[in-house]
């Protein structure tokens, strides 16, 4: 138990939690965007508002969340933890610098995750608490089963605690659902909104592109058969499609908002 306690108080220690919840939030980012695709689904937010329900709903993925909330605030702990001691341990820069070359990304990581923390406080803020604490924005759909044709109209319930309902008449379903999907493209017709989103992708890109190849490095991955692969994701597809993917969800908004 002892030497646990010193690991996790090491250098070694402090990088492997920053790898582990790393790259829980590496795996978050490709379910999150999965869900968030379906922004684009053309069905006025009925695919969309469904899965917000559900992941906001749904015991399990409730559970998940409240260990991505900790990952977030560990992961965020540990980088300033270990940039501090970095710095006390080196107060002074070397004199001779080394040859070998560092990116910026690498270089700059905590500013990076400084921007990403501060973006995700005022996102959550603005989506997950309007949604999960504002009353009063609620949808019905009306789905013909017959042709897969949707329509919707603003829903206003009866009861103050009403979250959801399904219900058929014919052949029609009929879903009653809060409305997330308004507070997302409100915000997405916002020019500083979607400003804002745009340079937290840039963020999320750069630290990714870092942090993704060296989480594996502090995880003791790394060998000539996997290194190349590694690298190859965590340019390509975390630094590059993932950020490139959240970021023309606000584009294509608000370029809708204007026509």
């Not at 560092?102 to 309007?130: E, P, T």
């Not at 990714?208 to 490095?217: E, I």
């Not at 692969?229 to 606000?250: D, E, K, L, Q, Y």
Request: hydrophobic share 50%; aromatic share 18%; with cysteine.
């Amino acid at each position: 138990m002892m030497n646990f306690k010193l690991l996790f108080r090491s250098s070694l220690g402090r990088k492997l939690i920053m790898s582990m919840t790393g790259l829980f939030l590496c795996l978050f980012l490709i379910v999150h965007l999965g869900g968030n695709l379906t922004l684009f689904a053309g069905d006025e937010g009925y695919t969309f508002n469904i899965y917000a329900h559900f992941m906001t709903h749904f015991p399990p993925v409730t559970a998940i969340a409240y260990v991505l909330y900790a990952c977030i605030l560990v992961h965020a702990w540990y980088a300033i933890v270990q940039t501090l001691k970095n710095r006390r341990a080196r107060p002074v820069k070397y004199a001779v610098t080394s040859k070998a070359k560092s990116s910026w990304a690498s270089l700059n990581m905590g500013l990076l995750g400084s921007i990403i923390f501060l973006f995700l406080v005022i996102h959550m803020s603005n989506f997950w608490g309007r949604y999960m604490f504002t009353k009063g924005m609620y949808r019905e759909y009306r789905k013909d089963l017959t042709d897969g044709r949707i329509t919707s109209t603003a829903y206003y319930p009866a009861s103050p605690e009403f979250e959801y309902a399904v219900l058929t008449e014919g052949d029609t379903e009929i879903v009653r659902v809060k409305d997330l999907y308004v507070i997302v493209t409100g915000s997405f017709s916002l020019l500083w909104y979607v400003v804002l989103y745009l340079f937290a992708m840039v963020a999320v890109s750069y630290h990714l592109y870092h942090g993704f190849q060296s989480a594996f490095q502090s995880a003791g991955i790394a060998h000539g058969k996997y290194t190349p692969m590694i690298r190859f994701i965590g340019v390509w597809v975390f630094a590059v499609i993932i950020p490139i993917a959240f970021a023309s969800m606000p584009v294509v908004f608000y370029i809708r908002s204007l026509i």
